[in-house]
């Protein structure tokens, strides 16, 4: 991790902080020392007392303090060999997630709030901060021509005319005392039946799917935290492959502390690869046996499908292949097929691990999905999980008294899942269309750019490379891109943000209404442009001085 | 904590898994104690190396082993010496939150999940088991009249009327692309808003309330759970008195690693407690100070006014005297006030902390509100924080990815809270006469029973002591006429559940419809009857047999 160069005082601060830091760890370790011999001399004393609950709150005690020391990071460099690398609070939560250092970035102290409060605080913000630049400024073509177009979240908004008219349609209004009282934390029994057709239905399941193995909750990555709190202890991990939707990381690592463990897929392509980005078992079972040698403890394997923001879909011998790896290794295996109704490219077949006859491991294996993508209904906060293990269910189900959604608007879903002639008729037909249309419009234009990107059937995004406009090809400066974006009111996801180990990728959204891709594909040619003009000009100076 | 008796396979198969638990921490104290021998080493040698990140990783991996083994209690007590006194996986987290013992409690043991999911179900299915049983076998006069009658879970059923009516009116109803998308995760600032001017109006604040500062999440719950994850970390502990709330106790534990220490108030009456369960600064010093002395770290001092179950409306003294007492320890102070508008008694005057002019310590306040309780609508899932920190409410806002809920019920809460001409004139004078008759009704029988209770003027449920029914007067035995309620067909909520210190204690929610709530109070009548019934011929068994 490069780290910021700062001023002297700062930096002097900092090593008196490091100093400190190693004395009291020193300090730590010898009382933990001290208290582990009297705890084993108790243990061994053939007339041992019945409590000793005092002599293990002081052990437990010591051993957080040793924790947070270690954990800070600041012990673990001697602070007079190198003074000038110092590590700043926080920086152990950043470590974990990848996400980019340097000058963009603010750090998060405060005293008032807890260490997790401050690394959500610095987390969240930097992941959230373009989000709500984008709230407060939003580019309207009359009222706010001027605002934010953001195509950096992945949102559905081509079919917003549809779902708006179906949800207005009197069937969908009921208000019953069962729909306002406390409800089953599981989520109503009428969503999750409606929710096991649908899937069965949708995803080509051979068997029906049992409405008990279904788990409502509100959105996806309540579903997922969820999920690895029942199956992961803090400090375990799940594996997968990278780039990736980057919110679920930051719910996995700061709330359940359960680390993701990346895949690094990359662009190279060679005999092996012939696609750019491909996942393979191989580097799953590397960067398994890599964590695995680091003491990590891998208890899953998260597979998006199709994969957001890459768009691949996984052909039905991959998942195979995927689901034995999972198998062979005792991981439990987490597909996330919330794009499942987002493939527009006819010649694309989905295959959803519900559709395979014969699963390695059947009650290892669990489904995500949530109306946020398919329908474009992502303010509706649903997300549901189907697994084959009841106990699993009743597990998460369990936390549904903090992630559950109001009973009006599970009924709302509950008819619009139920609508299957309305969906297949009316809204996956004009949804399909006006996704291949708002992708073909896209990537004309970005080979207009001569922007090299992947093409691919499913989705909402493009992955785009813009490494060509960066120099030197680092993150620092894919973020500084990112910001010249954000100066033209044009919002990209930054690669590093989906946890890409090249600098230069970006996730853009296409499916926009056409006002805003078109004033969106405008506004990111005119800073590319900019950009394209000042590397000549900072050449231009270099040879000169030169 | 008293434990079951087994039988003497199941003793046996459990002293090996002591023996086996001692032999455990044994060698890992042993080499975790190695472990550190090395990490000193390393610290004190002049040419240190620049890397320890393996032997650290090691130590923290030892130290997690001795934390679990320490944690699962099996190796407090000799296993020769107490061969009969075994203890449950998972009996730690029982401890924690003083949850009853004994023969109606099943531990979860799944090597499916992790150890935190295994405590979930415990305590979860604990929990929500009678809830469960009532939501798959609910009352209804004509078509289910033999099924679960539930005084137990506070609701306020009296004025589904009255919000079906208003929450069905034509002005709720919008669909709009701002409530299908991504919302700012701390709620809709149109929500916000109405928060805002909703608590400055109803809590009687001299200065207009920041939307700013208001946080909107899917349950008074969540509010809590996301205020104590950034407030604490893992380990640090909220003061609260009990009898209190019980789900709040679940959250806080079970997901946020956040222990609640209860102050303990009881039934006895003396010069000083003039009024049983009565709270006084002096017993949340001890506690604070008993907490301080085993190492807890305490962060906060939750209250809760109007409180649930006692239904004590604090006066404006005393809650000057408690917020003295947090700004004097440095504590934050959360009050819950889900209960501000169900003060039905006219003779008593609520005090939102909101209202007071001379906060002791400002930006360390913290009010959580909720509709669920007041206006009866627990199914919309909706919890609000005001806090007068804009840091706090920016933390525990950037959880809200996780705990949103959705824009449709945002609007509708919107709408309903804006309503002041139906809330003054129509809805809070139906409320309070509804409460005051469900409340007289239920307390005349209460009296003709002869069962002593706490006559108070606001919340949903009466706390009633039926401790002449128990003998012995045990927390098992209350668990065992719990039982013979749900024998009856009839659900109480055990004072254990709500952490009180003596047995015998039941909350009675009395703001139920008249036909359940005659019925159920006529199961409770025969349920005693019948307990009675036992005791009596207990007793001249036990007679005859001397």
């Known amino acids: ?51 000793t609950e005092e002599q293990d709150t002081n052990l ?64 969240l913000n930097f992941s959230f901060q373009d989000f709500m630049s984008f709230l407060g400024d939003k580019f ?40 306002l009282q406390y409800p089953d934390r599981r989520g109503h029994p009428f969503l999750r039946k409606e929710v096991a057709w649908f899937l069965t239905h949708y995803c080509n399941s051979h068997a029906p799917l049992d409405p008990e193995n279904v788990v409502v909750l509100n959105g996806s990555s309540a579903v997922f935290s969820a999920l690895v709190t029942v199956l992961c202890d803090p400090g375990e991990a799940i594996l997968t492959p990278t780039p990736f939707y980057g919110p679920f990381a930051l719910t996995a690592s700061l709330y359940t502390k359960v680390h993701l463990i990346p895949v690094h897929l990359d662009s190279e ?23 695995q040698l680091k003491g990590k403890k891998v208890k899953g394997f998260l597979l998006i499908n199709p994969q957001n923001p890459l768009g691949d879909v996984y052909s039905r011998d991959s998942l195979q292949e995927f689901l034995e790896f999972a198998k062979r290794n005792n991981l439990h295996m987490i597909v996330d097929e919330r794009y499942l109704l987002s493939v527009f490219d006819e010649s ?55 992630h559950g959604l109001s009973g009006i608007t599970q009924y709302k879903l509950s008819r619009l899942l139920q609508d299957r002639e309305w969906i297949n008729r009316v809204f996956l037909p004009t949804s399909h269309n006006r996704l291949q249309a708002a992708h073909k419009y896209t990537t004309i234009c970005l080979q207009g750019l001569g922007i090299p990107f992947l093409k691919r059937g ?27 974006f954000l100066d033209h009111k044009v919002i990209l996801c930054p690669g590093k943000a989906c946890m890409c180990s090249e600098p230069g990728w970006f996730c853009l959204v296409f499916a926009e209404k056409l006002p805003q891709l078109e004033q969106g594909l405008f506004r990111l040619q005119q800073a590319l442009l900019e950009q394209e003009q000042e590397l000549t000009e900072r050449l231009v100076a270099n040879t000169m001085r030169e």
Chains 1, 2 share one sequence.
């Open 1 to 51: 991790m490069s780290l910021p160069s700062g001023d002297p005082s700062m930096v002097r601060g900092q090593e008196l902080r490091v100093w400190s830091a190693y004395t009291q760890l020193l300090e730590s370790l010898l009382q933990l020392e001290k208290a582990i011999k009297d705890r084993v001399d108790l243990l061994i004393q053939p007339q041992r007392p019945v409590s």
């Open 140 to 179: 309207h073509k009359d009222e706010n021509p001027l605002g934010f177009i953001n195509l950096g979240v992945c949102e559905n908004k081509l079919c917003s005319d549809l779902v708006t008219k179906r949800l207005s349609q009197k069937d969908m209004d009921l208000i019953e005392d069962t729909l």
């Open 269 to 291: 392509v060679s005999e092996e690869n012939p696609r750019p980005f491909q996942l393979t078992v191989d580097k799953l079972e590397q960067a398994l046996w890599d964590a």
């Open 458 to 484: 499913s989705g909402l995004s493009i992955w785009i490379n813009l490494r060509k406009y960066l120099n030197p090809c680092t993150f620092d400066q894919e973020l500084c891109l990112h910001r010249r």
């Open 348 to 402: 694309v077949t989905f295959h959803s691990v519900l559709s395979l006859r014969r699963l390695p491991d059947l009650s290892r294996t669990h489904v995500i999905w949530s109306t946020s993508k398919d329908f474009g209904i992502a303010g509706f906060r649903f997300g549901a999980l189907y697994t084959h293990s009841k106990e699993l269910a009743a597990a998460v189900g369990s936390l549904g008294f903090l």
């Open 60 to 123: 437990g005690r010591l051993m957080r303090r040793v924790t947070t020391l270690l954990q800070s990071g600041e012990t673990s460099r001697p602070p007079a060999a190198s003074p000038h690398t110092p590590r700043a609070v926080g920086a152990h939560a950043q470590d974990q997630l990848q996400h980019p250092p340097g000058p963009l970035r603010v750090t998060y102290v405060s005293s008032e709030l807890s260490n997790r409060g401050n690394d959500i605080m610095t987390l």
